[in-house]
């Protein structure tokens, strides 16, 4: 008989139980079950609801039932419905009546909610932690190339010289703000709904400060029926994790070209590779390539939590049983992907040659040809048109900017002398811009500097 069944006359339907149970996927939750159903009994027999002896009694159980599911010598139930009712069931075989008081002054609705609340709290730091290893490859690689200088592009086409170095750092940055989200995240959700009960507590007199300095939570939740059925912090990290995996893709996107033989800017190691199972020459970027895939499993979790949230009324609703598979799956996703891709990004060779040549054409030194001009006094704009006459010149002939002799110069015009070589010279367009966030190495150590700071600060 199901734990709730007092007021009804049939068993439910076969197809009804399968439909409704949840023990499936939130199995996971035992952990974070056991511990609040720890600190509810503690505080039950602290607050003089049930004895002191029997407050005992349900936590001794509780952890014996604990040590055996992780010794897997526990079996769940289809007809439990949930792993709340599984361990609350299995309590009561082992103890007797004293198991049949832990559910006194609380709900499901509290208890799914506080699980729930501490298993994101729990993941939180894990994701964090991936991600700070990957930002100190990105620092390895980036002070191994602070003069490797290769095309930085806009619309795809190469815009102006960069280094391998800056662009590593870009990255950095985008996932130091990722790390921020999280903690934001943990920040907020940093609040526990055990003892808001269904939705209104309860009329015994519960110490909701108590459970929830128990449980590591900062303070209760300041209103039940907002606990019960608050969503916000999933939603929230499902933001988060989209928005790290967007950048994941967008970085394993420029990986992929970059280890084509159209770019050949980097070579991606054997062991972060595969093959093809006709082509002998291949050696493709699956690791990337699934990276990019995996990302719309994540935004698909936060666009299923996002729509089953949207027309609720409070308090809880079974709706609302459909976040937990979408928060599994996003954590699971980003959990695995940090890893794989981080040992990618560390173990591919970088091809400074060919980088180099890449740099060489495209006339990415004719923003510095026209601030060439601009420091001899002309208006950036005058000296905009004389450069694109020059471009122009130089796909007439099939020169480069720096390859035009300084009869070619002249002939636009007179401002242009012998200085202009080392103008152009691809390393001092680089180094010159010495503004800070720019590529000039100093700028990019400077850079480098605040990731490792920031990295060693949550260590």
Not at 61 to 74: C, F, R, S
Not at 125 to 149: F, H, R, W, Y
Not at 199 to 227: C, H, I, W
Not at 370 to 383: I, T
């Amino acid at each position: 008989m199901k734990l709730w069944a007092g007021r009804f006359q049939k068993e439910t339907d076969t197809l009804v139980n399968d439909f409704n149970s949840s023990i499936s996927f939130d199995a996971r939750l035992y952990q974070q079950d056991i511990a609040g159903s720890v600190a509810h009994a503690r505080m039950l027999g602290k607050c003089g609801i049930i004895e002191a002896h029997e407050a005992e009694t349900i936590v001794n159980g509780l952890k014996t039932i604990l040590a055996d599911i992780e010794a897997g010598q526990v079996q769940f139930s289809l007809d439990n419905e949930d792993i709340h009712m599984n361990i609350e069931a299995e309590l009561t075989q082992r103890v007797g009546e004293a198991g049949k008081r832990l559910h006194t002054a609380r709900s499901r609705n509290d208890q799914v909610a506080v699980d729930t609340r501490l298993y994101v709290k729990e993941e939180i730091p894990t994701i964090i932690a991936q991600v700070l290893s990957l930002e100190e490859v990105l620092v390895q690689k980036a002070k191994a190339n602070l003069d490797t200088v290769m095309p930085g592009y806009t619309h795809m086409q190469r815009a102006q010289p960069t280094t391998f170095a800056h662009y590593m750092m870009a990255y950095a940055n985008m996932f130091k703000r990722d790390v921020t989200r999280l903690e934001d995240c943990l920040e907020r959700l940093d609040e526990c709904p055990l003892g808001a009960g269904a939705l209104a507590t309860s009329t015994y007199p519960v110490d909701r400060f108590e459970t929830a300095a128990a449980l590591g939570f900062k303070q209760p939740t300041d209103n039940s029926m907002d606990s019960v059925s608050d969503r916000d912090y999933a939603i929230e990290l499902l933001s988060a994790l989209s928005i790290m995996m967007m950048h994941l893709s967008r970085f394993s996107e420029e990986i992929i070209l970059w280890c084509s033989w159209e770019f050949k800017y980097v070579d991606l190691d054997d062991a972060y590779s595969t093959g093809s199972s006709i082509m002998p020459q291949k050696k493709n970027p699956d690791v990337a390539e699934l990276v990019r895939g995996k990302t719309g499993r994540v935004y698909g979790s936060l666009i299923t939590l996002l729509t089953v949230m949207k027309s609720l009324p409070l308090a809880y609703n079974k709706d609302m049983q459909e976040d937990k598979e979408a928060i599994f799956d996003a954590i699971d996703t980003v959990e695995l992907c940090l890893p794989v891709f981080a040992a990618m990004v560390d173990t591919l060779t970088v091809r400074p040659r060919d980088m180099a040549r890449a740099a060489a054409g495209g006339f990415i030194n004719a923003t510095d040809c026209a601030d060439y001009l601009v420091k001899k006094g002309l208006p950036f704009r005058e000296a905009y048109m004389i450069v694109g006459r020059l471009v122009n010149l130089c796909i007439k002939t099939g020169d480069t900017l720096d390859t035009l002799t300084l009869r070619d110069f002249r002939a636009i015009s007179g401002l242009f002398d012998t200085d202009v070589y080392q103008a152009l010279a691809l390393k001092t367009c680089v180094n010159g811009r010495k503004v800070y966030g720019g590529p000039a190495r100093e700028s990019v150590e400077k850079q480098i500097t605040l990731i490792e700071e920031f990295v060693e600060a949550r260590r």
